[in-house]
């Protein structure tokens, strides 16, 4: 069965440095996004992309996130100069198309910032 | 804003046990529901969507009512593998962001 798949399992970093966070959709999936949970809260939605583009974002996603789809497979989280309130489980998921609702998680990097 | 909310729990059962969770959203456009699992560190998973007519998946019953924007799920003949957090998650609609509830904790005991 097709997953969502992401690198790293877990990223620890100090503050101020920049991290990415990688992940491969589904492969015929057109639609992809970015949630976070921090430890404890609710999962929060951070950013969604379609045609190479963002579709709709969150006031969470501010000027130090970023995303981009470098090739045909990956979908990349960029945090320019990670936080202290950083620190969280970022999942990655993807949907089919227009008509599907089901968004397919990836199993989460565990990003912890010193 | 958009929010989702859940009884927090936790709920501890013994097997066998049947289990209901409430939700309600505050968003009377909301057009999708739909209940997830998570397990303990791990991505939450689809457990199934939730019809105006009410669906059942085997040992699992989920119901919405549009007119009081309330969801529920109910678990019956409660397994120990069914211990994990209960999250309610609405959408506006297709590939639009998915508003989570914080989620019920469940804890099924021998």
């Known amino acids: 069965e097709p997953e969502v798949t992401q690198t790293p399992s877990h990223q620890v970093t100090q503050m101020g440095q920049e991290v990415i966070l990688r992940c491969v959709p589904i492969?015929?999936?057109?639609?992809f996004y970015w949630y976070r949970q921090i430890l404890g809260q609710k999962v929060e939605f951070l950013v969604s992309?379609?045609?190479?583009?963002?579709?709709?974002k969150s006031e969470i996603f501010d000027d130090q996130f970023s995303v981009e789809r470098p090739d045909g497979s990956n979908f990349t989280l960029k945090i320019r100069s990670t936080k202290l309130e950083d620190s969280a489980m970022y999942f990655c998921?993807?949907?089919?198309?227009?008509?599907?609702?089901?968004?397919?998680f990836g199993p989460g990097t565990r990003l912890l910032v010193l | 804003r958009k929010e989702v909310e859940q009884d927090p729990g936790p709920f501890n059962v013994p097997e066998g046990a049947t289990v209901a969770f409430n939700c309600t959203y505050s968003?009377?456009?909301?057009?999708?529901f739909f209940w997830y699992r998570q397990d303990c560190r791990k991505e939450p998973k689809l457990l199934m969507s939730?019809?105006?007519s009410g669906n059942e998946d085997g040992r699992f019953t989920a119901q919405l009512n549009r007119a009081s924007q309330y969801i529920s799920l109910l678990i019956r003949d409660s397994k120990l593998s069914d211990s994990a957090t209960y999250l309610c998650?609405?959408?506006?609609?297709?590939?639009?962001?998915?508003?989570f509830g914080k989620g019920t904790r469940l804890s099924v005991i021998a």
């Open positions: 492969s015929n999936h057109l639609y």
């Open positions: 998921a993807s949907s089919r198309d227009s008509t599907e609702e089901t968004q397919y």
């Open positions: 992309f379609y045609n190479n583009e963002i579709s709709e």
């Open positions: 939730v019809y105006s």
């Open positions: 968003n009377s456009a909301s057009q999708s």
């Open positions: 998650v609405v959408t506006d609609s297709g590939n639009t962001p998915l508003v």
